[in-house]
């Protein structure tokens, strides 16, 4: 049976994760979509979603991405014994609170931003509403 890596968080960034990356409001947009759920967020699953949107918005609308990754996650590669240090940095993580913003856009029609809503539902480990300017929330289905 295979031992799985070990992943460890440095313990100092904790508490400067929340540095202005998400808010409970919209700052330029006219649509966001906002998190329901606690999770941690990694830069691949934005980079999906960021494909997504950018396919099918095709240079009509304007998205802007609210997420910072600043959280190192270390780990150490299979095989190695135990002792010798923490081990390198593999990747950068987000802690994800519920209703923060993951993304905002503008200059969209509403029928898009639910389609969107519906395809960037499935790509992300926990669930995302839409919100607009008079904070109407709308869930994915």
């Given at each position: 049976?295979?031992?799985?890596?070990?992943?460890?968080?440095?313990?100092?960034?904790?508490?400067?994760?929340?540095?202005?990356?998400?808010?409970?409001?919209?700052?330029?947009?006219?649509?966001?979509?906002?998190?329901?759920?606690?999770?941690?967020l990694?830069?691949?699953?934005?980079?999906?979603?960021?494909?997504?949107?950018?396919?099918?918005?095709?240079?009509?609308?304007?998205?802007?991405?609210?997420c910072?990754?600043?959280?190192?996650?270390?780990?150490?590669?299979?095989?190695?014994?135990?002792?010798?240090?923490?081990?390198?940095?593999?990747?950068?993580?987000?802690f994800?609170?519920?209703?923060?913003?993951?993304?905002?856009?503008?200059?969209?029609?509403?029928?898009?931003?639910?389609?969107?809503?519906?395809?960037?539902?499935?790509?992300?480990?926990?669930?995302?509403?839409?919100?607009?300017?008079?904070?109407?929330?709308?869930?994915?289905?």
């Amino acid at each position: 049976m295979k031992k799985k890596s070990q992943l460890r968080l440095h313990k100092k960034c904790i508490y400067r994760h929340k540095i202005n990356s998400s808010s409970k409001l919209l700052l330029s947009g006219d649509y966001g979509f906002f998190a329901l759920e606690n999770s941690i967020l990694t830069k691949e699953q934005i980079e999906c979603c960021r494909v997504i949107i950018r396919r099918e918005l095709r240079k009509k609308g304007f998205l802007l991405i609210r997420c910072n990754f600043l959280i190192p996650i270390t780990s150490k590669a299979l095989g190695v014994r135990m002792g010798k240090g923490k081990g390198a940095i593999d990747k950068y993580v987000e802690f994800i609170n519920i209703f923060d913003c993951l993304f905002e856009l503008k200059n969209i029609s509403f029928l898009l931003a639910i389609k969107l809503l519906n395809k960037i539902s499935y790509k992300l480990p926990f669930k995302v509403c839409l919100i607009d300017k008079n904070k109407n929330l709308y869930y994915a289905k």
